[in-house]
């Protein structure tokens, strides 16, 4: 699996305007919506929402994956934003987030949801991809550098 085959360009936000958790949420939604436009934004945002009642989906070292599954969904799809300035997202580590993973799986897709999961954990462990990220300023330069390092994997 490759994260090319579930992340479209069209989906990446290069400078995420959110300052709150909450509001990336809603950015987040807003751009899988693009790539999933037969889906109303509010149940995007509803899944996502409700996945981070649970428990927050920030991780370590600036990186939080949103996600969960919808029944609207046919195929994985995701979108990638990036906040310069970081916003606190209950991570792990305490630090404020900077990449933002969001991922929407079919609702029947436990095994793609958790391999799409674990691809990108593994990915956004690189120091020299995350460094690479907040310094590009184009989603095209994002998606290459993404592209770039998932080919390696």
């Known amino acids: 699996m490759r994260i090319t085959e ?7 936000v290069s400078h995420l305007a959110a300052r709150t958790k909450a509001d990336v949420l809603t950015e987040l939604a807003a751009s899988v919506s693009k790539v ?3 889906v109303p934004v509010t149940r995007i945002h509803e899944v996502l929402a409700e ?5 927050s989906t920030g991780m370590e070292k ?16 995701a979108c990638f934003g990036v906040s310069k300035q970081g916003v606190d997202f209950d991570a ?4 404020p987030s900077h990449f933002f993973f969001a991922l929407v799986a079919p609702e029947n897709s436990a095994g793609v949801h958790l391999k799409a999961l674990s691809k990108v954990s593994r990915l956004f462990r690189s120091d020299a991809l995350r460094d690479a990220i907040l310094g590009a300023s184009t989603p095209e330069e994002i998606y290459a ?6 080919g390696r994997a």
């Open 6 to 12: 579930f992340l479209k360009l069209e989906a990446v």
């Open 36 to 38: 999933a436009p037969t």
């Open 51 to 55: 996945r981070e009642k649970i428990g």
């Open 62 to 77: 600036g990186v939080a994956i949103p996600h969960g599954r919808l029944g609207e969904i046919v195929d994985l799809v």
């Open 92 to 95: 792990r580590d305490g630090k």
């Open 145 to 150: 550098l993404i592209a770039q390092e998932d």
